[in-house]
């Protein structure tokens, strides 16, 4: 499930963040997480139902399109600096480790 | 008739045993019974039999009181029909899928499932534990040295209530325990790597064990109150279960059926109030002749005006009685008040009370008159009078003095040894 402060965000938070950089009704974010991660990681629909909720509530993703069946989403600035901030600490991950394994 | 091509069981689950409803719906589909919808139970309809894969999850936005399936959970399931499952149908907090492809991914992780089966779970164990923390309340209270603790212990009906009281409290604790610790064991299970984590917490027991306590306390209150009472109780419970079929069947929004319930409960509360209190004081009135009094203004003067108005009321328990008099003639009064018990500490209890209750006026020893343990009256002339196995509450006009003569015609009358 999502950590609570978001301090760093879990896998699945993550590529539903970039699913979300481009707009995107809510059913087809399961599809896109699946080709972002090109195949790699799965949400699934409860987790994602979920999530969108949580993400909403914190106001790091807003709704675009809302009807009483379907509702597409869009990352907002705060979610994209989450986002951002995300990206620099996976890349700072990578390239401490890159000093050990790629000599 | 009978629709052979359908059938309707009824076979409750929690939310904890999500993994054993999901198992059971498959069983079914493989003997060619598979699930329709909710109506006053599981539906059923004849089919060919099928290897159906079926999830059981706990909508989280949900809510308790949803018969149908409403807009969240529409939206909901549209999600989870992307991803291989058809929403059979949904109730309170359940919804039902069945998997439509053979690639669906799991609706969420199992560590999601366990979470919101134990929140959706925890939640109805909240209500129950805020009623038994009410309860406790008036258990204390019931305990406390006052008058209503005299009321308590010498009658049996309320004796039987507070006996439930106790019992509803020791059984939500107990659930309470029975609960954390499944939730330990199915952490334990979770992290062991296994699957269908919402399973093997089979309640049985625990529904018995409350079916039988209200059964129980239904037949102790009804031998204590009087028949009607189990009839009025019976009724109560017959209409709530007439009320549930309805609402089951018709299957309203989330509030239309609270709204129903709350006005239902209301209603049912006013119907129970009037009934009882009509039969109370039919049942009174009866008990109120005064002719059957052991003891009347004329027993101790002949100077008496037109009595005017009698009250008299009495109960009795495993521990001992308690009867109230009261006698109002046109310029005097007559009220006397006996407990009768073997239990010292019950006496010690009422003889404080009593005390208390008279330690503002001046008190003069009175026990040689009486012969009693002890004895003794206060300006307005109330007479407390303590014996081995009774105390006696004795109040009258003020210009009235008791003499040996009248103290011995008031034991006689009242049994008691002076």
Redesign the interface.
Known sequence: ?AREQLQTLTEPMYYILLALTEECC???I??RVKVLSHGRV?????????ML?KFEEKGIIRPTVFT????SYIITDIGRKELEKEYARLKTLTADGAFYFEK | MKNKNRKIVRKPFSYLQCDDFAAYLSDMAAKGWHFKEWGAGLVFEKGEPEQAVYAVEVFIHGSQYDLKPDDHTMNFSDYCEAAGWKLVDAKMKFCIFKQIRPDAVPIVTEQERLENATKAYRKQLIWQAVLAIIWIGNILMLFLPTRQFIKSILSNANLVIAAYWVFYCAYTIGRYIWYCAWKCKAKKRLYAGETAILSQADETLWNGIAIAAVGLFTIGYGITMGLWMVALFLGVLLAFMVLGFALNKLRPDANTYLGVQVLFSIVLTFVIIVVSASIASAENEKETDWREFPLVYEDLTDTVGELEDTFHTSSSSIFGSTHYYSLSYANDYLIYEIYETEHDWILDIIWDYQHSYARNAEPVDCTALWDAQSAYHNEVVEYYVRYDDAILFFRLDKNFILTEEHVSIICDALGLEG
Do not use: F, N, S
């Open positions: 499930m809510g059913v087809d399961m599809e799965t949400v699934g629909p409860g987790t994602l139902y979920a909720a009483t069946r379907r509702k």
